[in-house]
């Protein structure tokens, strides 16, 4: 049984990249459960002074539901060129305290849907590889954010096709992770 952790980097309730958690929840692998943290955007901002052995409820959540997940996808939708503020935040709070990061050795993989993906791809990469976290910079399934405007993206073959390719590669690596 492998857990993934889908983080969705946009607060929007019908964002694109809510909507896409929802079809990796049902093009994941059997015998995958996947975990949708969807409540980014109710973590503080980062700030040590509050890093305390008593960190806000959301932040000890999101480290729980990390730690315990095997790999995890990152939906990053962009915002100026690179990846959302929220998003961004979720991975600075996971990657403390220092030396002890949820993302530590976990693949993590990213999907975004954008006018321009390569960026927000390649800054979340740098990002989740500072928190500690081991990319899959093969595994990114990216729309171009046009394509993806006038189609019921649940049922969206192109998205699911991709997603399906995207958390199966998640899978693999945990599975070799673990084994190592």
């Excluded at 315990?68 to 959302?84: C, M, R």
């Excluded at 960026?119 to 979340?124: A, D, L, Q, R, Y």
């Amino acid at each position: 049984m492998t857990t993934l952790a889908v983080l969705v980097g946009s607060p929007r309730a019908a964002s694109v990249h809510r909507q896409l958690a929802d079809v990796a929840a049902q093009v994941a692998p059997q015998g995958t459960t996947v975990e949708i943290i969807d409540y980014l955007d109710t973590l503080p901002l980062y700030n040590q002074d509050i890093d305390t052995e008593t960190a806000p409820e959301p932040v000890q959540r999101l480290r729980t539901q990390l730690r315990a997940a095997d790999a995890a996808l990152l939906l990053a939708p962009a915002n100026n060129g690179t990846l959302s503020a929220v998003l961004k935040n979720a991975i600075d709070w996971a990657s403390r305290p220092y030396g002890q990061s949820s993302l530590s050795g976990k693949p993590v993989a990213v999907s975004s849907a954008a006018a321009n993906t390569s960026t927000v791809v390649e800054h979340t990469h740098l990002a989740v590889t500072i928190a500690g976290g081991q990319p899959l910079t093969d595994a990114a399934a990216t729309f171009a954010l046009g394509d993806l405007m006038d189609v019921d993206i649940a049922t969206h073959e192109p998205v699911s096709t991709a997603l399906r390719g995207t958390l199966g590669a998640l899978v693999t690596a945990a599975a070799t992770s673990a084994a190592a």
